[in-house]
Structures are given as structure tokens and as C-alpha cells.
């Protein structure tokens, strides 16, 4: 059964760095561990990589369109590959979890988040797997009381100490991988979640 997973970012060097970016990086670490290279793709609007999980197909993908239109080039690449949506993950960064966080999870809302938005108008529903990894929020900052844009904030380089804690949790990710791909998701989060 062939498999998907999609990091969620912006192209160019600009945003190479930004908390936005955080699907990317998880993408190249993963790539790097199976020694896969990306390659740009246009009918699938992105970067894609082909690799090997115990004999299957596992298909890596970071979209060349901004965010907000992910779901073109997720949805190019599933229908090609007649891929449902049972068989891809998602990996993004999320608002409402701290830095050092990360949670699986099956379905739900978008939860403002523009690139899930689109993912789900181009596949039909919203029953796609989600790896969240934690950026935190603007709100937490400490900082001269005064609230920082949401989108200024996603797209800014973190602090070198968030930048550690979410490297952890795209480790921790990488490594409740294996239980997922192989069908045990329950063992997956269990694992994961039990990092904090």
C-alpha cells in the first residue's frame, strides 16, 4: 500500500527558517534518514521523494505552492498515485501546542490553519492523518504586553531554545514513525505523546 507524507511549508529561501516551515523540516530529516532525494515534481506542484518502508512504496512531499494552496499539490500527487486519504500524513507546526510538543492525530478541524484548509477542499474530507508539531503561540510570549500578529509570528525564525524543543519533536516524531507505518497508530500516539 502505497503511502504519503506530506510536509507543510513555504518555498524559497526566505521562509527556509520559519516557524510556518517546521513540515519541511521534518520531511528532510526523514528523507535524510532513508536516503531519499527530493526532486522537483511539476505535475505534483512540489518537491517530491520515492523511498522504500519494508517493501513498500512511501511517497515524501513538500508542496512548491504557498500554504494556504497545499492541497494542490497533495491532491495532484494522491490521485496519481490513487493514494486515499487513510495513507497520508500530514506533518505541520501548531499554534496551540508549545515547543517540544507533538500529537497524531485522525480527522478533526483545521483549527484556522490554511494549508490543512485547502488540504481537505481538495480531498473531500477532513479524514487524513495530522502529525502536529508544536511552535507555540504569539499569546505566550513574554514580551511588553503588547500582542503579536499571528502570521507575523509563523512567519519569524524561532528563538534558538525553541528551536531545540522543536527539533525534539521532530525527533520524537521520527521516531513513533515506524509504529505508524506499519498500522499500529494506537502505539504510535501512545509512544508519542508520552514525550512531554
Known amino acids: 500500500m502505497t503511502k504519503l507524507i ?4 513555504n518555498p ?10 517546521a513540515g519541511f523540516w521534518f520531511v528532510d530529516a526523514l528523507a ?6 527530493f526532486e522537483t515534481e511539476k505535475r505534483f506542484q512540489g518537491k517530491a521523494a520515492k523511498a522504500k518502508w519494508e517493501s513498500e512504496d512511501l511517497w515524501l512531499l513538500k508542496p512548491d505552492t504557498y500554504m494556504n494552496l497545499s492541497g494542490q499539490a497533495v491532491g495532484a500527487l494522491c490521485r496519481f498515485h490513487k493514494i486515499g486519504p487513510e495513507n497520508l500524513l500530514v506533518v ?13 492525530k485522525l480527522g478533526g478541524g483545521t483549527g484556522g490553519h490554511n494549508g490543512l484548509k485547502d488540504i481537505q477542499a481538495h480531498l473531500g474530507t ?3 492523518w495530522r502529525l502536529r508539531l508544536g511552535i507555540g503561540h504569539p499569546r505566550d510570549l513574554a514580551g511588553d504586553g503588547r500582542p503579536m500578529d499571528v502570521a507575523d509570528y509563523v512567519l519569524r ?6 528551536q531545540k524543543l522543536i527539533e525534539t519533536s521532530i525527533q520524537n516524531g521520527l521516531d513513533c514513525l515506524p509504529l505508524f507505518l506499519k498500522g499500529d497508530s494506537q502505539a504510535a500516539m501512545l509512544n508519542l505523546h508520552s514525550k512531554d
Open 157 to 162: 525564525k524561532p528563538l534558538l531554545a525553541e
Open 92 to 104: 505541520q507546526d501548531e499554534l496551540d501546542l508549545k515547543p517540544g510538543s507533538a500529537r497524531l
Open 32 to 37: 535524510k534518514q532513508l536516503g531519499a532525494r
Open 6 to 9: 506530506v510536509g507543510l511549508g
Open 12 to 21: 524559497g529561501s526566505e521562509h527556509e527558517h520559519d516557524r510556518h516551515n
Open 126 to 128: 477532513p479524514n487524513y
